[in-house]
């Protein structure tokens, strides 16, 4: 009896209206059968947030392509991974890819990222995963360079699998073909002058967010946002587990009683 | 000149209606001028998720207690945590604490936990910051036992701060003394069972969260997991940076070109 083919479970947080998803799907089906469970809206800025207290809808619509199935779930990226795992996918899916996100998630930006809240639910879930994004915000984003290297990480990703606890996140630089990959640690940093004031017709005041990216160590050579610069794809292994382990002792010695 | 009092900033993800943030406000105001900007709605299960797309509002709520101001804002945990530093407060906290939970955070459920989204957002910001989490969902639950404790580690903290990049994830047994305080690691484990499936009245189903924790390792005694079930006040030590430092030179020597 022939091994069935791979199962390939993709996701995003930009919605299944978004060219980028499309895009990942292209990118990877020839190696595998494609499920796309993507949120019916866009949830960018949604971090590994689920929805707690509402009901889901699962709705499939027509794929116009071979070995590609597609559905929307009205929550976010990580609901459409668990739903999908629970209800959706015939049996465990061999990997998770989510994006191609419309926008970077470098550096401090994975722990909102929405993209990435979905690779660390299948990467605790047992499932090797990896979360792709563009350095490009724009629904007109021109995916075309990363095919390449979205095909390879991938395919690299189903034939090896990737360590227990770790999953990938993956930024491409935009409107340039990259030089190559490098892995390498996420850089340090926040965000600064986060929001724009208004005065609603009332006079009240209202505020949105914007601001700007300080990266914090902008001299480091071993940063995603230092690759990122020199036009390299960049691949930050990621963990499931925030523990601090190197401070264990230290605030043992402190605290425990 | 006299030094000024230290400045407090508190939030939480159950909202200001919520007990447990007026508790954990108790706890901490004879350490400092204690200012609440807490969601005006619950945000459970909303991790690290922010407004991107939407004005937020802040509302200054009359506070009944000398030393403590009270304001909403119409967003997330994060949301509160941004806005309070870009506009709320007369300047930069000497720490931030989030909480007391309703509901446990221990383990992956720091993941998801809108409690430690706000903690994780000051800390990248350089504040020391805890989020405390007692293992009883009720908004009626008894934050008796939990008084001595929080407030000893809010006052430890606010005087010798914590290390650069770490945060505390304290968790609480519920309804009873606790034997004592240890640092530990987050146990692994992931939710199965995750869904109640239902039917509409027109026959579509829809589907609900609920399910059970699994706890991956329940022979390891250096868990959260472990010392909450021996009547332990949990401090996990939580990283902003979710970098996988150990496994960056075995992946750079697969995808590094």
Known sequence: MEAPRPLILITNDDSVDAPGIHHLADCVRSLGDVYIVAPAHPHSGQSAALTVNAPLRITELPSEKDGIRLFTVNGTPVDCIKLALHTIVPRKPDVVF??????????????????????????????????????????????????????????????NGLPAGICLNVNIPARVMPEGIKVCRAARGHWSDEYKRYLDPHGVPFYWLTGRFINDEPDAED?????????????VPTLVDQ?????????ASRFDN
Chains 1, 2 share one sequence.
């Not at 940063?223 to 691949?235: F, P």
């Open 243 to 251: 523990t601090a382990a190197d401070a264990l002792k230290a605030l």
């Open 98 to 159: 989510s994006g191609i996100n419309h926008g970077s998630n470098s550096a401090v930006n994975v722990t909102y990222s929405g993209t990435m809240g979905a690779v660390i639910e299948a990467c605790m879930q047992g499932i090797p995963a990896v979360g792709f994004s563009l350095l490009h915000h724009s629904m007109k984003a021109d995916f075309t360079f990363s095919t390449a290297f979205v095909a390879n990480i991938a395919a690299d990703v189903l034939a």
């Open 223 to 235: 940063t995603d946002e230092y690759w990122l610069n020199c036009r390299y794809v960049s691949v």
